[in-house]
């Protein structure tokens, strides 16, 4: 092929590209991009009558494989909480005889306060578990507390309230080791 044929070829399709986009462009049964009548907002929607003599649902009760996990993790907690009551006492005398940073007294009391900690850390642990399966219940209900969130609930709050009262104690405890 001559070079000006070669050319003319690498070109021609580039001088026809303006004719097939205005191609692309004629007029046609396109339909408009306005807004059309189904979808202009009408009518007169009213809310539904709040009927309140209407009963509400009946929730089923928390099912017994629930039951017996709750009072399990209970039973965890509590266990770790005689475990840190029998501990209290020895920790509160080292940490009163505890002297200055380093010396051998308070040693002995920051491990007695470590032993403190270990044992709240299984109360904490069926804390967190109880948390977990408060909130997969009241995702599950969301609007009204069901009898399985409120069983959670329950065994949540007397729980925390031992690792709440657990805290306190090393938090005292932690001041005057440190102080």
Do not use: H, N
């Amino acid at each position: 092929m001559k070079p000006a044929l070669r050319r003319f070829a690498r070109l021609l399709p580039i001088a026809l590209l303006p004719f097939a986009a205005g191609a692309c462009s004629t007029a046609s049964d396109y339909p408009s991009l306005a807004v059309r009548d189904v979808e202009r907002v009408s009518g007169t929607a009213k809310p539904a009558a709040d009927d309140a003599s209407a009963p509400l649902p009946v929730l089923p009760p928390a099912s017994a494989g629930l039951v017996s996990r709750l009072q399990g993790l209970v039973a965890v907690a509590q266990a770790a909480d005689r475990q840190f009551q029998a501990e209290r006492p020895s920790a509160e005398r080292a940490a009163a005889a505890a002297g200055s940073l380093g010396s051998d007294s308070w040693s002995s009391a920051s491990v007695a306060l470590a032993r403190l900690e270990a044992s709240r850390s299984q109360a904490m642990i069926a804390l967190a578990d109880l948390d977990t399966l408060y909130a997969d219940a009241r995702d599950a209900a969301p609007l009204e507390p069901s009898p399985s969130a409120q069983a959670i609930g329950d065994a949540r709050a007397q729980v925390s309230g031992w690792v709440e009262a657990q805290d306190a104690v090393i938090e005292r405890l932690s001041a005057r080791v440190k102080g």
